[in-house]
């Protein structure tokens, strides 16, 4: 199965569209799109407005490939459950959003080799393709990472001056003093 | 549930999408505290079934009624639960909670979104001043005056 998420906010036709043409081209059955209130209408493709938590995970694990926009929130979800993720970003000149904070996501995101970009939608059938060929398992940790997670434990350990749970403050953050220095 | 000494009351604030996942990806550091969510959408309940739960509406600069109705509700919200710190990762319902929060002595504490990579986004940057621990997740948007990095969600 493919999944595809536009997230919790507002439409993404142009992805949409651009999907719905690839399964067509591919006769392609099992394509599972979240659209949030497009008013497209799809000829290829299953569309629903929006999925619960629950049902969105059960998606994403069911995928060979997740396609979306560069949300935060798809990225990490797909990363989450070791899916390759195709990201279109959503654009401010085309009012898709109010600013190119997603072309920047995919960017760097698509850099680092976390997810595969697609610029537009002409480039989203052939990221698409590659994408199914890769066979990714890696599942990143459920957590943030340690650096961030033990900079919040001893905010909040400095803050209520507890003596259960103690970490280990970073002494270089102690020694600078003050709680905004961390 | 297990019967943990508690540490305080933490109210943790996200709006939907990568807000909230960022949220919860950093929630293990709360540990010891009761944690209250305040949310936009009623289907996250079902993620954090044992904590208390708010719903508020999400607002925009661009829609200054449901701002005042956001601030409003967070208000409230506040005032009635008393936490000990508030946590958010943005954006609008966060950077009224932390306002809020504070006035009513919370500790704060405020991670960027890892989404605002070219700069800090529009209540990020508006919040330093009520946040006691200011971070973003994105080394070159760091400043000696805040927002700190210290880490990602990822």
């Not at chain 1, 935060?72 to 989450?80: C, F, N, Q, T, V």
């Not at chain 2, 996200?14 to 969510?37: C, D, K, M, N, T």
Request: aromatic residues 8%.
């Amino acid at each position: 199965m493919i999944f595809v998420t536009v997230g919790s906010q507002e439409p993404f036709d142009r992805l949409i569209r651009a999907i719905d043409e690839w399964a067509g081209l591919r006769a392609r059955a099992d394509v599972f799109a979240q659209v949030a209130g497009s008013t497209y209408r799809a000829k290829h493709i299953e569309v629903t407005d929006f999925v619960d938590p629950s049902e969105f995970s059960r998606r994403v694990e069911g995928a060979a490939v997740v396609v979306a926009h560069a949300g935060m929130g798809s990225i990490i979800s797909a990363l989450e459950l070791g899916k390759p993720i195709v990201v279109m970003p959503r654009r401010a000149n085309l009012r898709e959003t109010r600013n190119d904070h997603q072309v920047a996501t995919a960017g760097r995101f698509g850099q680092q080799g976390r997810v595969i970009v697609a610029q537009d939608e002409q480039e989203l059938g052939v990221k698409l393709d590659q994408a199914i060929a890769l066979r990714r398992t890696h599942r990143i940790n459920a957590e943030a990472s340690s650096q961030l997670l033990t900079t919040i434990r001893a905010f909040l350990d400095e803050s209520f001056c507890q003596q259960q749970s103690r970490i280990q403050v970073e002494p270089n953050a102690r020694q600078r003093g003050g709680l905004r220095s961390y | 549930m297990k019967s943990i000494q508690k540490r305080g009351r933490l109210l943790a604030v996200a709006s939907s999408g990568g807000h909230w996942v960022q949220l919860r990806r950093i929630a293990p550091a709360f540990a010891g505290f009761e944690i209250v969510y305040v949310t936009v959408l009623h289907s996250y309940r079902s993620q954090v079934p044992e904590n208390r739960f708010y719903i508020v509406n999400d607002a925009t600069r661009w829609n200054k009624l449901a701002l005042v109705l956001l601030a409003m509700r967070l208000a409230w919200i506040i005032a009635k639960e008393r936490p000990q710190v508030v946590v958010s990762t943005g954006a609008a319902p966060g950077y009224f909670a932390l306002i809020f929060g504070q006035l009513f002595g919370a500790k704060t504490i405020w991670i960027d979104s890892m989404a605002n990579i070219d700069h800090l986004s529009m209540s990020g940057s508006h919040v330093g001043k009520y946040a006691d621990l200011w971070l973003t997740q994105w080394p070159h948007l760091a400043r000696a005056e805040g927002p700190y990095y210290r880490g990602s969600v990822l």
